[in-house]
Nanobody, 124 residues
C-alpha cells in the first residue's frame, strides 16, 4: 500500500526558513512525479512545486525563487525547502505522487496518491 508521509511543518517567523520532508513507501519512485500542494484556511488547495525523475521541476509563480523541491531517489524522499517565508505561505502542505506525469504538473486530478498534510504557520 502506497504511503506518503509528510513531516517538518511548524511555526516560523516571517522571513524564516523551513524544510518539509515527504517519505514515500511502496512506490516505484522513478516513475512518479512528486509534487507539493498547499491549502490555506478558506481557500482551495493549490499547486506549489513538482519535480519528476530526471530533474525537471515546476513551481508556482508565488514561490519561485523562494522554494526548492528536491528529490532523493535512493531514500524515496522529496523535500520542499522554503525560504523567505511570509504569512501568505501559511497553509497545510501536502505531498503528492503522480505516475508518468510529464507536464501540467499543477493538475491535482493527475496525482494518484496524497499524504495527510503538515501544517506550516508563518507569523508576522
Amino acid at each position: 500500500q502506497v504511503q506518503l508521509v509528510e513531516s517538518g511543518g511548524g511555526l516560523v517567523q516571517a522571513g524564516g526558513s523551513l524544510t518539509l520532508s515527504c517519505a514515500a513507501s511502496e512506490l516505484t519512485f522513478s516513475t512518479y512525479t512528486m509534487g507539493w500542494f498547499r491549502q490555506a484556511p478558506g481557500k482551495e488547495r493549490e499547486f506549489v512545486a513538482a519535480r519528476r525523475s530526471g530533474g525537471i521541476s515546476s513551481y508556482a509563480d508565488s514561490v519561485k525563487g523562494r522554494f526548492t523541491i528536491v528529490r532523493d531517489s535512493a531514500k524515496k524522499m522529496v523535500y520542499l525547502q522554503m525560504n523567505s517565508l511570509t504569512p501568505e505561505d501559511t497553509a497545510v502542505y501536502y505531498c503528492a505522487a503522480a505516475r508518468n506525469l510529464y507536464n501540467n504538473y499543477h493538475l491535482q486530478a493527475r496525482y494518484d496518491y496524497w499524504g495527510q498534510g503538515t501544517q506550516v504557520t508563518v507569523s508576522s
